[in-house]
């Protein structure tokens, strides 16, 4: 992974890592999804392959944050629109690419990817399910709202910051993308 801070004119390497498990913990290889905290300046959470990571606006080095999920491998993710602490992942089997063996689960973090825990209530138990790389997003209103989309075609929403969700689509094809908009 490369940056630039000229709008392009120079680009640098930014993939330094504490406790990468890779054998090349100088690279960065399948980036699942990297986003930036809408209000943070610098601040970034970023899911590889089987690993996720954290980043500090000022910071030079991305932190290894998995302790509590159930697997490292996943696609869908969210950052917290206010709470620069918070974070949202779908981990999923690495091999099936569902959520089986242990059912589809929203975790969350609130200490920067050191902790993690599990909101499903309302979520179907055991369910195998599959939410893709676009397949989370959230609004910004006050609690936030979370939504997901799964690969059986359900679209599931929870309207107090994944505490609680409810099934608010069905039957409709492969959910590749969910995005989420205020309007005012």
């Not at 390497?13 to 054998?23: F, H, I, L, R």
């Not at 080095?61 to 620069?84: C, E, I, M, Y």
């Not at 689960?105 to 179907?124: E, H, I, M, S």
């Not at 959230?138 to 910051?161: I, Q």
Request: hydrophobic residues 35%; proline residues 7%; aromatic residues 12%.
């Amino acid at each position: 992974m490369y940056r630039t801070e000229d709008g392009g004119v120079t680009w640098v390497q930014d993939n330094k890592v504490n406790g990468a498990p890779s054998e090349r913990p100088d690279v960065f290889y399948c980036i699942h999804k990297l986003l930036a905290h809408p209000e943070e300046s610098g601040l970034r959470f970023m899911r590889v392959h089987e690993e996720v990571y954290w980043r500090d606006p000022g910071e030079t080095t991305w932190q290894f944050s998995t302790k509590g999920l159930p697997t490292n491998f996943g696609f869908a993710a969210a950052v917290h629109p206010r709470d620069r602490s918070t974070a949202y992942v779908i981990p999923l089997d690495g091999m099936k690419r569902t959520a089986s063996p242990f059912g589809i689960g929203v975790y969350r973090t609130t200490d920067k990817g050191k902790t993690w825990d599990r909101l499903d209530k309302g979520l179907p138990e055991g369910a195998p399910m599959e939410s893709v790389r676009e397949g989370m997003h959230n609004d910004r209103l006050d609690p936030m709202g979370l939504y997901f989309g799964t690969a059986n075609g359900d679209v599931w929403a929870s309207k107090n910051e994944g505490e609680s969700w409810s099934r608010v689509a069905q039957y409709l094809p492969y959910v590749t993308s969910v995005h989420a908009a205020t309007i005012e």
